[in-house]
């Protein structure tokens, strides 16, 4: 699934920004779209650093595998931050592009990507436990404001 949501998605950028560009779409959903596509790529990075500092990550392998259970920092707001950046760059590349055929492949897109977080949830299961049990009970898939005043609340002491 997630092979398929690259290829859509590289689909849309190349269709966003050298084929159907708008540009006399509307300018505050395109800053918008700049916006997002920022944060996007904060969501998308910063987990590698986190994950090969903290994730127990055996010389010489891909940060993703990890050994050991992560959720401090980022993973402490939400547990998808990858996926959340991927899926805010798919709304950003719509956003700025202002074409339907963009919107489409992102909407796809996104479908294939929360399915494959759904699919992550899973997996990360058998392989932490109950500790990942726990972990989703605490910390939202991709819901970044609920996370933030999950997080807030739990530092408050309630």
């Not at 950028?13 to 779209?33: E, Q, S, T």
């Not at 986190?50 to 010489?60: A, D, F, M, N, Q």
């Not at 050991?68 to 707001?77: G, N, Q």
């Not at 929360?114 to 699919?119: K, M, V």
Request: hydrophobic share 50%; net charge positive; proline share 3%.
């Amino acid at each position: 699934m997630s092979g398929i949501a690259g290829i859509l998605t590289i689909m849309q950028y190349v269709i966003a920004f050298f084929i159907f560009y708008n540009p006399a779409g509307c300018w505050a959903l395109r800053v918008f779209g700049w916006f997002i596509w920022v944060i996007s790529l904060v969501f998308g990075i910063l987990p590698i650093f986190i994950l090969r500092r903290k994730g127990g990550v055996p010389k010489g392998k891909s940060y993703i595998e990890t050994t050991v259970f992560v959720d401090s920092e980022l993973y402490a707001i939400i547990r998808h931050p990858q996926y959340l950046g991927w899926i805010m760059f798919n709304l950003s590349m719509a956003m700025v592009a202002q074409n339907w055929l963009v919107w489409t492949l992102g909407v796809v897109s996104i479908g294939l990507v929360y399915a494959t977080i759904l699919d992550s949830d899973y997996q990360a299961l058998e392989k932490f436990g109950e500790a990942y049990r726990c972990y989703m009970q605490r910390v939202p898939r991709i819901n970044l404001l609920l996370g933030v005043i999950r997080l807030i609340r739990g530092s408050r002491g309630g």
